[in-house]
């Protein structure tokens, strides 16, 4: 099929319309799946964290191995239309086959709400994601080398700025989706129970999917569908092996040295395929770092979640905010100041940039590490003594002495070293001292519950860590003669025995209504709502269940661990450092890999930019079960340096790159062919002069 003009549209093609919205919808369908993959990996196959993460960034690295297949497809055999729509259909399927794979029904022959066979599950959701995989990976370098090719010669500028709204698309489907699957799982559904309902939080982006495909083939009529020219990259190996023997047997110093390595193979290869692999030979060089950049890259996306998970939504809405301020203000601006802000200019600031956003990692981690409770090492213990009883009590440890009241606690925990922990005593007035027996596991927190000097218990805290994600970590401690039924929002606390602590269980801010229940002294339920007030971010209570007053017990707070104190605000300054770090190497590589390939390597060379990211992830598969730093900010400053030297040897390389448009290169080689065969033609029609004799 030729490669027919577009209609335009305010300068523009109009079928990049289609091609956006595809891309829009493609990305939705894509990200809403992802969002819910660890979740479901744990929560419905089951899981553990260690295997639910492995499997996820497999997933992930396939994703953005696959572009290589799909280029090789588009440039050799189907040309990109149909590249994108075929390989939409495996991943619309794939897509359904995952949603199908979380329908709890599908095995739950006993009718009891929970799936009788697993395997089912896991090797459908397998299959899926195998098949989106390849989809979505093949159509990757297809679709934007596609929207590239619907610009005629002297577009550039609307080009570049396609290759900006094409990243907007990206990252507004990618936020929309984060936001909307999350709220369709938490609805439940199901035949014969009702369940988280995955099968609508995947079933949604499986639409998505399918739209994105009937959008992407209602514009077929309006495309420029230009032909593949048989097997590319076939013949780019096979030119580059010649060269590589043919400079090989002519190692000796005898034989003239050659302008290029490449050279040596125009024996067999004509200029203009040698010319072509030298573009894009040339920008697979400048590549090389970039792989441990986007490791790097990766690592700060995960890093930076100190805070509650809602700060991830602040990168892609800067996104969405950043990229047409840049495109429509700061590069017009940049340029009026007769700065020329090349491409690889533009990728080396994206670079310094996102260091920068490290460094500022790095100072907000200072200032929460300032906030920070301190955790008993490992050859110490921490104990806090709390009272439950209805008079003071006096403990002493080794070196001091602790009154509490009735119903307090004493000043926050305690630490000793184990070997110094000789003796502890509860006493008081009027009573003998009461020696405390017990075995303190060092390296933990403990607390000492007292209601009388010879009634004592001692419970070792579950928590030796800030509760993450900004999650609140809330125990309850029954103080009557009775055990208990506690539950708290969704989550139960079962037989709480008398005189005894419950275990940790985490919430995230809200209202929870604490709803405590037994089958003796309380003759009815008692429900109590917490406010939201209470529960802040990062924090962990006790709540002592006192004596009923008024037919239900009371409920006595007491803090474990502060909440967080540092502000997430101070979290954007580095969240719009590395958007904009984002915003210019990202969209400026996809349109530079375009304007630098020739007309049948585009998909290839917009393949060998996603292959950077692919390896990337692998790299951080590689190194994430390595040993981290004891200090966070630490890291964060190494991950800085290693960045600015990612940027340096960038920008060494980039200064020796030199500009080429494909285009012109290609055109020239057009005329001279044109131009030989025109002579052909001539001589071939000169009559021949008669030699017979007179």
Request: charged share 15%; proline share 4%.
């Amino acid at each position: 099929m030729g490669a027919e003009s577009s209609p335009g549209c305010f300068g523009y093609p109009l079928s990049i319309f289609f091609i956006v919205v595809n891309e829009f919808c493609e990305r939705f369908s894509y990200y809403g799946m992802r969002a819910l993959l660890i979740l479901y990996f744990r929560r419905f196959i089951g899981w553990d964290d260690n295997l639910s993460t492995a499997i996820y960034h497999t997933f992930v690295a396939l994703c953005y191995l696959t572009p290589i297949l799909g280029a090789l497809i588009a440039d050799s055999w189907l040309g990109k239309f149909k590249t994108i729509v075929s390989l939409s259909i495996v991943y619309t399927i794939g897509q359904a086959v995952t949603a199908v794979s979380s329908i709890n029904d599908l095995t739950d022959y006993n009718k009891d709400g929970t799936p009788d066979n697993l395997s089912v599950h896991v090797a459908l959701s397998m299959i899926g994601l195998a098949l989106i995989a390849l989809g979505t990976g093949g159509i990757k370098p297809c679709v934007s080398a596609f929207g590239g090719d619907q610009f005629e010669e002297g577009q550039e500028k609307q080009r570049n700025r396609f290759f900006s709204i094409f990243y907007l698309a990206i990252n507004a489907g990618s936020l929309i989706s984060t936001i909307v699957t999350p709220m369709l799982r938490v609805h439940e559904c199901g035949i014969y129970s009702q369940k988280a309902c995955y099968p609508l939080a995947f079933g949604v982006p499986a639409a998505l999917m399918a739209v994105s495909l009937i959008v992407f083939v209602i514009g077929s009529g309006m495309y420029k569908k230009f032909q593949p020219q048989g097997n590319v990259m076939g013949k780019v190996v096979k030119c580059i092996g010649f060269a590589l023997k043919n400079r090989f047997r002519h190692r000796s110093k005898q034989f003239p040295k050659r302008e290029h390595w490449l050279d040596w193979a125009k024996e067999k290869y004509d200029e203009r395929l040698i010319s072509q692999i030298k573009m894009v030979t040339k920008v697979m060089f400048l590549y090389i770092p970039l792989p441990m950049f986007w490791a790097l890259f990766d690592q700060q996306v995960g890093l930076l979640e100190v805070q509650p998970d809602q700060m991830q939504t602040v990168n892609a809405i800067l996104i969405v905010v950043m990229v047409p301020i840049m495109d429509a203000v700061v590069y017009p601006l940049i340029a009026k100041c007769g700065f020329n802000f090349t491409s690889l200019k533009r990728m080396t600031v994206g670079m310094f940039l996102a260091s920068m956003a490290f460094v500022m990692a790095a100072i907000v981690q200072l200032e929460i590490d300032k906030t920070l409770p301190v955790f008993p090492k490992q050859n110490e213990v921490q104990i806090k003594v709390l009272n439950i009883g209805n008079g003071a009590m006096n403990v002493s440890f080794p070196g001091t002495v602790v009154t509490v009241s009735q119903m307090s606690q004493s000043d926050g925990f305690m630490t000793f070293d184990v070997d110094k922990l000789t003796s502890i005593n509860i006493s008081s007035t009027g009573s003998p001292v009461i020696p405390v027996t017990y075995n303190f596991e060092q390296g933990h927190r403990h607390t000492l519950l007292v209601w009388a000097p010879n009634n004592y218990r001692v419970v070792k805290d579950g928590l030796n860590q800030k509760p993450e994600k900004g999650e609140n970590g809330i125990r309850f401690i029954n103080s009557l003669n009775e055990s208990l039924n506690i539950t708290m929002g969704d989550k139960v606390y079962v037989n709480v025995t008398s005189h005894n602590a419950s275990e940790y269980q985490f919430f995230s801010l809200g209202t929870k209504n604490i709803t405590i229940s037994s089958t003796q002294q309380i003759s009815q339920n008692c429900t109590k709502v917490l406010q939201s007030s209470n529960l802040e971010f990062g924090s962990a209570y006790t709540y002592v269940i006192g004596t009923q007053s008024t037919g239900c017990p009371e409920l006595h707070m007491f803090e474990d661990i502060s909440p967080n104190t540092v502000n997430m605000a101070l979290q954007i300054p580095q969240y719009f450092l590395i958007t904009c770090g984002e915003v210019v190497f990202s969209v400026t590589g996809l349109e530079f890999s375009y304007s630098q390939a020739p007309s049948n390597m585009k998909s290839v060379l917009q393949a060998g930019w996603l292959l950077t990211v692919a390896v990337g992830n692998i790299i951080v598969l590689i190194v994430a079960g390595a040993g981290q730093f004891s200090e966070q900010w630490a890291e964060y400053i190494l991950f800085a340096a290693l960045l600015l030297v990612v940027c340096v040897i960038f920008a060494i390389m980039a200064r020796f790159y030199t500009y080429v448009n494909p285009a012109e290169i290609e055109a020239q080689f057009d005329d001279d062919e044109k131009k030989n065969l025109e002579k052909m033609n001539v001589y071939s029609t000169v009559t021949p002069v008669s030699q017979t004799q007179m």
